[in-house]
């Protein structure tokens, strides 16, 4: 018996694609030269797409597919899929929510712990000689009492928050709503809750209501001593804003897991001393990818099977 048509839309980890494999034919669209001509040729049979949440699903992409089904996005944010045309089509989509919350809290506050006691500095100066040559690294600040803003405090947001009480850290948040049976304090504004912390952590998704919801106001109200964490997208900061701002030393230091336009990180912010940069690291465990693309495979049989999505957000 044939397989059934699933359109790869990103390169993905072996194991995973050996999953898949058992059920579908694969068709690789990252790897097709002509990608119009397969996307014609898939018209009439596909009901499957797999991709992630950076190269998402376009509405020209489901709008070819008349038969499709499923969108299967791996990775929580499903910012790239055009939901709205994917709902407009009968179309579900479905992400990997929950099995990275562990990895990217974690990811997060070796970023703080990195930026505050300066650690990749620190290494350097070792490894330079420095340390025999110069004596002492400079005294850096630390985490422990600090208060911290969270900026969506979700699933990773309270993950997060779980581990920031480990450093007896205070913990605020800001949402769009205030959630009852939270122990933190909720700011429904975010500016005056800038304003009252060191730290501000963003790890809200990435949509048209969070494009640049960090902008210079916000850093501003952060302040020269105040900190900027962002594990969530770059879309949500104000990267030219943010980029002159610490420049000018109005706002005291930053941590990224994420930019603008990735893999490009600008120039004038891989200069900085008072950032630590990441390249997207977020999730990027073995254990915590594993179980991510098991979760699209899932998803991706269930709908196969006629059976209940496991993850649906459309
Ligand atoms: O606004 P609320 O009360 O629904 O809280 C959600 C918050 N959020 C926002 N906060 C302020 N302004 C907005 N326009 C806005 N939109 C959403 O973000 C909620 O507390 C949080 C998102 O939580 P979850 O849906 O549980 O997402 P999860 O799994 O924590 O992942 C967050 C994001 C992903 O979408 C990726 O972009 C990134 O982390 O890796």
Not at 90 to 105: E, F, K, R
Not at 120 to 138: H, I, L, M, T
Not at 233 to 251: C, K, Q
Request: with cysteine.
């Amino acid at each position: 018996m044939t397989k059934p048509d699933l359109l790869q839309i990103c390169p993905y980890a072996d194991p995973i694609v050996q999953a898949l494999e058992d059920d579908f034919t694969l068709h690789r669209y990252f790897a097709a030269e002509d990608k119009p001509a397969l996307l014609q040729r898939l018209a009439p049979t596909t009901r499957f797409i797999a991709t992630d949440g950076h190269h998402g699903a376009s509405k020209a992409m489901i709008d070819a597919l008349p038969k499709l089904e499923l969108i299967a996005s791996f990775g929580v944010g499903y910012d790239a899929v055009d939901v709205t045309a994917a709902k407009a089509a009968g179309v579900s989509v479905t992400n990997t929510p929950n099995v990275l919350n562990n990895c990217v809290a974690e990811v997060t506050l070796g970023l703080m712990l990195a930026l505050c006691h300066q650690i990749p500095q620190a290494d350097r100066y070792v490894r330079q000689g420095r340390w025999a040559a110069e004596g002492n690294f400079p005294l850096t600040d630390e985490l422990t009492g600090r208060r911290v803003g969270i900026l969506g405090l979700g699933r990773i947001g309270k993950a997060i928050a779980k581990l920031l009480q480990a450093f007896q850290m205070e913990v605020v948040y800001h949402g769009r709503n205030r959630q009852e049976h939270q122990p933190y304090p909720y700011y429904a504004d975010l500016e005056a809750m800038a304003r009252d912390v060191d730290w501000l952590i963003v790890i809200a998704p990435g949509s048209a209501s969070t494009k640049g919801i960090v902008g210079r106001a916000v850093m501003t109200a952060l302040g020269p001593a105040g900190k900027l964490v962002n594990v969530a997208r770059g879309s949500l900061v104000d990267e030219a804003a943010m980029i002159a701002l610490l420049e000018a030393g109005e706002l005291g230091g930053a941590a990224l897991d994420v930019f603008a336009e990735e893999p490009q990180v600008p120039e004038r912010l891989r200069t900085l001393d008072n950032v630590v940069l990441l390249p997207h690291q977020g999730s990027a465990s073995h254990k915590t990818r594993s179980a991510m693309g098991q979760m699209v495979v899932r998803n991706l049989k269930a709908q196969l099977r006629g059976e209940p999505l496991i993850s649906p957000v459309v």
